[in-house]
């Protein structure tokens, strides 16, 4: 399928915390392309019986949520789980529509988020080395005196991105060369430039430790040479990182400053490579001396009080 330029619809993945979620929409529908854009929301199954009165009450707001050009709502008659519910969902809707946008229930974006993602997509949609935009971005030291307004990293970030149909269906979710992979220093140190977790989070798929979707997707990123495209101002945060968030709690790592502008002009970069000084600054944020700084600054914090 070609890629076209017009909107690219949103998809949206939510299960049962409304809070997070009612942040989310309402963010989103400060959007300049809010009105513009159809949003595809994926209301996941209660996982168990205790879950069922929250994802109700999420399903019973989106019924009556409004401001997008169209709203559908797909209500999964069984728990899907993240993983599965995201695989299927974007497979589903960019095979018809040849490009998506995806979020999950815990992201706020800043009103230029839809501007970005769109833009960029049109952007890069020639040039086959990239495999993803990604809408959230660190804070890092040399972003600060960096030119150029995106930059390339080894690495897509699962927070608010968007990619097109030939990428996504590029990518071996069974990860049918895995043996081969971590048998191979050589191929373990390359995969491991966007991060020293990359290869433990893979590890632990494998041997059923996690059910992760995008430590695959990171994979076929770099089985295949290719690049994510990352902004220098982060159109996205994070907001799931309470007590009730399934995949993560309690950390403070991956905390940025969200764009505050109105611009909907970018100037994208045309680098080939990624920077070497941002790249390795960006391995560093995931790294455990990073967690372990940052830990430390926050029980110290709480020691003070």
Not at 257 to 267: A, E, P, Q
Not at 276 to 289: L, N
């Amino acid at each position: 399928m070609q890629v076209n330029n017009k909107r690219a619809p949103v998809l949206l993945f939510a299960y049962n915390r409304l809070d997070h979620l009612k942040s989310t929409t309402q963010k989103l529908l400060l959007n300049k392309l809010a009105d513009q854009s159809e949003i595809f929301i994926f209301s996941d199954a209660p996982r168990q019986n205790k879950d069922e009165v929250k994802v109700q009450e999420v399903r019973s707001y989106l019924r009556d949520l409004s401001g997008f050009k169209t709203i559908n709502i797909i209500e999964r008659e069984e728990n899907y789980g993240l993983a599965k519910n995201i695989i299927e969902g974007v497979t589903e809707i960019i095979n018809k529509y040849g490009k998506v946008i995806v979020l999950e229930d815990d992201l706020i974006t800043s009103t230029n988020f839809l501007c970005y993602m769109n833009s960029a997509l049109d952007y890069y949609k020639d040039r086959k080395d990239i495999f993803a935009i990604s809408g959230y971005s660190p804070n890092l030291k040399s972003l600060i005196c960096y030119e150029n307004e995106t930059y390339l990293t080894y690495r897509p970030s699962s927070w608010g991105w968007a990619t097109w149909l030939d990428q996504w269906e590029s990518i071996d979710w069974d990860l049918s060369d895995y043996e081969d992979f971590i048998k191979d220093w050589k191929s373990v140190r390359a995969f491991n430039r966007g991060g020293i977790d990359m290869t433990r989070m893979l590890k632990h798929y494998k041997e059923g430790k996690n059910n992760s979707w995008a430590i695959r997707w990171s994979y076929a990123m770099y089985k295949q040479g290719k690049y994510a495209v990352f902004a220098k101002s982060s159109k996205v945060q994070n907001i799931g990182f309470g007590s009730e968030a399934t995949h993560c709690s309690n950390t403070n790592i991956y905390e940025t400053v969200l764009d505050t502008t109105s611009k909907c002009d970018f100037d994208f970069t045309d680098e080939i490579l990624p920077n070497s000084k941002i790249a390795k600054e960006f391995k560093f944020q995931v790294s455990y001396t990073n967690k372990l700084i940052k830990k430390s600054i926050a029980f110290l914090k709480g020691f003070k009080k």
